[in-house]
């Protein structure tokens, strides 16, 4: 995914220019077409010098957080380096959360941000921070430009540095005398990084052992995540899957590197996971996990996590292998590199040794038959959110790109729209950041406009950047947002049902004042604050309103025209919906629930 490859590093010298016309040459050089920001004193220079350039789009976003979560939307979507821009102090800090959240997911993006006179560094002067101590323990790297003549450098390598490896973010913070200089634009010839040097290439030796145990094993699971998409090894985890016959678990930030529909697919593992996917890791004899992490979402209580399993971990970050739980086998290389590789070992070796699956399959078949996904009805005449969403997914086609919130309507996205496509499902996994949906899908959009984008939002989230709807709505940005309105922050009051005893402390988002003083009612007719159909209307969007199942569809289909600016629809769902299947914090997860209290029966399956 490195978008530096066919750029050549060395060009011929362009003549005297300022720190800030540097810098957008480079920015060109590197094939930023599009950057998300907000200007101010420190980088002003910069934003002038961006007047002149033909070749790269910078988009005036409301919040600098915006500014990060589109470039990390765009970075998700094309596979290219997102870039997103801020001046110093507050602009800089308010880029801390979306840096974090790219860090996390290990997305590329670029953030460069201005820094006040190098003059007056470390004097407190006037919207100085240290952006760089700030943002240390959150990205893969960074730079303090304080000479004009660092900036092409610095470019060149904060954008390879974000794109190869494990992928992640890089902060280029830059002074403003150092825009304001001038200096003769220089490209480098090569990159001086000698501490960085990113094993791609996997051990033969692990390899064969890998595919040794893979042969061997009689209850395999592939265990995917997140890196086999950022390798682009879908294809390659399709053939070994199909060539082994093993079950596939895709995690959260895995979702779309193998179909959705395959019928080797068990779904999403862990605390919300399907019970088959949860248990098959629980029950499993070899767990080959390829660009995962074994977070705590998945394994729920580490000790008590696939006990019986030996691993195969495979990453390209070797501080990941081992971390949470011991690889027996640890294989350090880019995930589709080591897919090829496994592929072509497994047939090479393959002369009638493999394990007989026949009894593994029947009882993952006899578990999903079971304990398929499903939910509880809505009250007599409200919306089921689940339905909601479920509707969006099957009437939209598979090109169509999805972003989510953090809550339950994200659970519910995943699991109740089938996603085929890599690159279909755009979320924030590891931070959870509410506030990410609109400004991603954002984002997306711009990397994608010939892809239908919708974000699917919950209405806490929604009000943390709903602003960016002015961006889009400015910028011919035709984005579709759901808002999954049920009143309420949803996840943390199923929390407050099952383990707080129905104590709703602080999770009431609508308790507006009717006309008699009394707290107004959530319900349909009742007054909520704010009400989203003006807001969008007010922020240049068409807006739409569904509160019963006969009005679902006619809502959606009436979205899906609407194609001149964003969409915004308000589905008033009822708020007592649960997401399920549900693994407590910090629970084993022989303890998941497949709906509230009802624990899964394996019978004789239990070991």
Known sequence: ?????????????????????????????????????????????????????????????????????????????????????????????????????????????????????????????????????????????????????????????????????????VLVDITKDALQKETVFRWPAEHRLPGYRPTTRPNSKQIHEAARLIAAAERPVLYVGGGVLKARGCAELRTLAE???????????????????????????????????????????????????????????????????????????????????????????????????????????????????????????????????????????????????????????????????????????????TYDRPGSWLNSGGAGTMGYAVPAAMGAKVGEPGATVWAIDGDGCFQMTNQELVTCALNNIPIKVAIINNGVLGMVRQWQTLFYGQRYSNTVLHAGKATDGKAAEGAPGGTRVPDFVKLAEAMGCHALRCETPEELDATIEKAMALDDAPVVIDFIVHEDAMVWPMVAAGTSNDAIMAARGIRPDFGDDEE
């Open 243 to 417: 060539l082994t016959g093993i079950p596939v678990t895709t995690t959260l930030m895995g979702i779309g590197a193998f179909p959705d529909s395959h019928p080797q697919h068990l779904g999403m593992p862990g605390m919300h996971g399907t019970v088959a996917a949860v248990t098959a890791l629980q029950k499993a004899d070899l767990i080959v996990a390829l660009g995962v992490r074994f977070d705590d979402r998945v394994t729920g209580r580490l000790d008590s996590f696939a006990p019986h399993a030996k691993v195969v971990h495979a990453d390209i970050d070797p501080a990941e292998i081992g971390k949470n739980r011991f690889a027996d086998v640890p294989i350090v290389g880019d995930a589709r590199e080591v897919l090829v590789d496994l592929v072509a070992a497994l047939r090479e070796g393959s002369k009638g040794t493999a394990a007989d699956l026949t009894a593994w399959w029947k009882l993952l078949d006899d578990w999903r038959a079971r304990y398929p996904l499903g939910h509880e009805p809505a009250p007599a005449g409200r919306l089921s959110p689940q339905e909601v969403i479920r509707r969006i997914g099957e009437l939209t086609d598979d090109s169509t790109i999805f972003t989510a919130g953090v809550g339950q309507h994200q659970m519910w996205a995943s699991q109740f729209i």
């Open 1 to 169: 995914m490195n978008q530096l490859a066919d750029i050549p590093l060395s060009t011929p010298e362009s003549g005297t220019m300022t720190g800030a016309q540097s810098l957008v040459r480079s920015l060109e050089l590197v094939g930023a077409a599009t950057a998300f920001g907000i200007p101010g004193g420190a980088i002003t220079p910069a934003y002038d010098a961006l007047m002149d350039s033909t070749k790269v789009r910078h988009i005036l976003v409301r919040h600098e957080q915006g500014a990060g979560h589109a470039a990390t939307g765009y970075a998700q979507a094309t596979g290219k380096v997102g870039v997103c821009m801020a001046t110093s102090g507050p602009g800089a800090t308010n880029l801390v959360t979306p840096i974090a959240d790219a860090y996390m997911d290990s997305v590329p993006i670029v953030a460069i941000t201005g820094q006040v006179m190098s003059s007056s560094i470390g004097t407190d002067a006037f919207q100085e921070a240290d952006i760089c101590g700030i943002t240390m323990p959150i990205t893969k790297h960074s730079f303090l430009i304080t000479d004009p003549d660092d900036i092409p450098r610095a470019i060149s390598e904060a954008f390879h540095i974000a794109s190869t490896g494990r992928p992640g973010p």
